[in-house]
């Protein structure tokens, strides 16, 4: 039995991609079988090394560990898509000669028309089908001189049928499914035909994913069947879901496991509580190791209501088993997060100019060892040289901003802030003392940009998010206007 997590570098590493590895761990562990890692980086554009690493490094943190995968190797790699590429080449050109695939000459420009006329008719965005009857040696000849992508054929009639490990037969029309490109004009592969070629080759024995990808399942199924595969057993788990049952997503709360661990979460309590949401448990016996997941886990069991990530719960479980460490481990813990010299230094560098007595340090810098800062409205706008909303659209901007920017550091944050003041027409002084106010908790600390980048991101984000939603939370048109 051979399970993966196949997270695409995009972005934070994302508490959902922890649940599901988590999942695809237990479930491999349980009937003695392998977990591995690959990298789905076929969309170079938005793929990053440094996501990469972060994923690597969060999901590590919380004490998984993979069987084979980039970092550790093993006997089915390379295990990062990007360094696969000639692998696919091969089944794209087979495709092609068994007329499972057809190239596609089809301009951005005549695919748009095509999707504007679908709106209309009120139809599903599918490709029309106009390159299927271009004939194989027009099609060759083409192909020396023109652009082009390879796109898999797909029934016009009939139903496609999808056994999925927990919901049974799940049943989806052939013709709403679009006719996927597999192969982009520049020769790469999609996610679609790297994701089943590499599962195949991988000898990947169940697919375990989020729901999202459920709609991709007819394509992947009939990629096997062409190419003759045996098709691996599927299971599409329910994503996370905010109390309001919305779908987890930044916009509204954090998900970075980058930001747990600022906050001071234990990994082991953050993977105990996603485990909560995987198996069932009783009152009382909440507090489970990564083992007696393994041992609790069953298929079965899984909720397809949408597990809810109750922050309230995850803040007992952490307080619970924080509390429970010898005095010893604490210590450990809270130097582990706290920091090491290097950042004590910065931290005390930053101070040196604005303390006379040693003393001062406690207030002065209190506020890199704290989360949320809770502000209150008359914190928050009190002195302020904008009004109430003009407060609002700063917040919202630069939390926009940070989110946006590759990376996270003193000239980000300042490039970012610098913006904000030239949108709204003032001068970065004006809007300072709002920002101090934010992330430090006083209108004057140490300098604003070096603390900035020692928070670091996450922590940033969350106390604009804080302030936003103490004065409001900005409605959609708002976000449309301010974000133009
Ligand atoms: N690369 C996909 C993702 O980021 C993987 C989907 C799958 O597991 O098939 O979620």
Redesign the pocket.
């Known amino acids: 039995m051979r399970t993966r997590i ?3 570098p995009t972005g934070d590493p994302h508490v959902g991609t922890a649940y599901v590895a988590l999942i695809n761990y237990c479930f491999a562990k349980k009937h003695g079988g392998k977990f591995l890692l690959r990298i ?1 980086d076929t969309d170079q554009a938005r793929s990053t090394a440094e996501s990469e690493q972060a994923i690597l490094d969060s999901l590590r943190w919380l004490g998984l560990s993979w069987d084979e995968g980039p970092d550790v190797g093993g006997p089915y790699g390379p295990y990062r898509q990007s360094d696969r590429s000639a692998i696919y080449r091969k089944y794209v050109d087979q495709l092609l000669a068994e007329g499972h695939a057809f190239r596609c000459f089809c301009t951005p420009e005549r695919l748009d028309e095509m999707r504007e006329a679908q709106r209309l008719a009120k139809l599903p965005p599918r490709y029309d089908g106009l390159c299927l009857r271009v004939p194989a040696a027009e099609s060759e000849a083409r192909a020396q001189t023109e652009p082009y992508v390879v796109r898999m054929r797909v029934p016009d009639r009939g139903t496609a049928v999808i056994e999925d490990m927990r919901r049974g037969k799940i049943e989806i029309e052939w013709n709403t499914v679009d006719m996927q490109v597999l192969m982009k004009s520049d020769g790469l592969p999609t ?1 679609h035909l790297a ?1 089943v070629v590499d599962d195949h080759l991988m000898e990947i024995t169940h ?1 375990i ?2 729901e999202e ?1 459920v709609s991709s399942a007819p394509k992947h199924l009939l990629l096997y069947q062409y190419f003759g595969w045996d098709v691996p057993a599927f299971l599409h788990v329910p994503l996370l879901r905010n109390p309001d049952k919305s779908k987890l997503s930044k916009r509204k709360n954090p998900t970075s496991i980058l930001f747990f661990k600022a906050m001071g979460y234990l990994p082991e309590a953050l993977l105990n509580f996603l485990g909560l949401l995987m198996v069932s448990s009783a009152e009382g016996e909440e507090v489970m190791t990564l083992d007696e997941l393994i041992a609790r886990f069953e298929v079965d069991h899984l909720s397809l209501g949408g597990p809810v990530f109750d922050f309230v719960k995850l803040d007992w479980l952490n307080g619970k088993r924080l509390r429970e460490l010898t005095p010893a481990a604490f210590l450990d813990r809270v130097l582990t997060w706290g920091g090491d010299r290097e950042r004590f230094a910065t931290m005390t560098a930053l101070a040196q100019a604005r303390v006379e007595r040693l003393s001062d340090l406690g207030p002065l810098l209190a506020f890199f060892f704290a989360g949320r800062l809770n502000l209150t409205e008359a914190q928050l706008l009190d002195g302020q040289k904008l009004d109430r909303d003009g407060v609002r659209r700063a917040l919202a901007l630069a939390m926009w901003e940070f989110d946006a920017a590759p990376q996270f550091d003193k000239t980000t944050v300042e490039t970012v802030l610098k913006g904000v003041a030239e949108r709204l027409e003032r001068k970065l002084r004006d809007i300072a003392r709002l920002f101090y106010v934010v992330l430090t908790g006083s209108p004057t600390s140490v300098p604003l940009f070096d603390a900035a980048e020692l928070l670091g991101r996450d922590i940033c984000r969350e106390r604009l998010r804080g302030a936003l939603n103490t004065l409001g939370a900005p409605s959609a048109n708002e976000q449309k206007a301010w974000r133009t």
Do not use: C
């Open positions: 196949a997270p695409s789905e996610y994701n697919v994913r989020g990808w």
